[in-house]
């Protein structure tokens, strides 16, 4: 999806997928050590704000400027802070062994960029450091309640687990779940989700 169509869709006053965290998340972040946290894909920030009050020091990265200033508006309004980095992921590069944590909530990309981006992202971590996943699984298409309508942008565990090689698995599941988060996401629906270490 092109920034385009990200610019119109942030542009609302209102968030797109709500100021709460994604729910996985919130369970999942307990793993994270210390050290700053890379959000890829960020979007309007919840996930990078909600990160940041629990004491990290996150970096939000996204293609969408707009995205990004609601991010910091949100973070204000929570008053903490978070570093935003204006960027598409197919020309940001993760610094190896720079990131506690690395986390990516519905970061659809077209495959090839997508193993990429995990293959950075396991190198990006420092040892010990943990990348946290949920991402819309290939029966997601017989919901329709969010995610991508193009079967190639979401992810099945097998492949995940295969781009991810390097990390320990503290989870790794294919799970229905209700996904209420916003007015994009409404309503029961099929994910993946990845808790990883290195």
Known sequence: ?????????????????????????????????????LCLAE?????????????????????????????????????????????????FRIEPESWGGIVAIFAHLPPPLRRRVHREAVAGLKPGGVFVLEAYAPAQLAYGTGGPKVPELLMALPDLREELTGLEMLLAREVERDVIEGSFHTGRGAVVQIVGRK
């Open 1 to 37: 999806m092109e920034v385009s169509f990200w610019n119109e869709s942030y542009a609302a006053p209102d968030y797109a997928y709500g100021e709460a965290p994604n729910a996985f998340l919130g369970e999942a972040c307990v793993h994270l050590p210390e050290g700053p946290v």
């Open 43 to 91: 979007g309007e920030g919840r996930n990078a704000v909600f990160l940041a009050a629990r004491g990290h020091r996150v970096t939000a990265i996204d293609q969408s400027e707009i995205g990004l200033a609601k991010a910091r508006r949100l973070a204000a309004k929570q008053g903490v802070e978070v570093e935003t980095v204006h960027a598409d992921l197919g020309d």
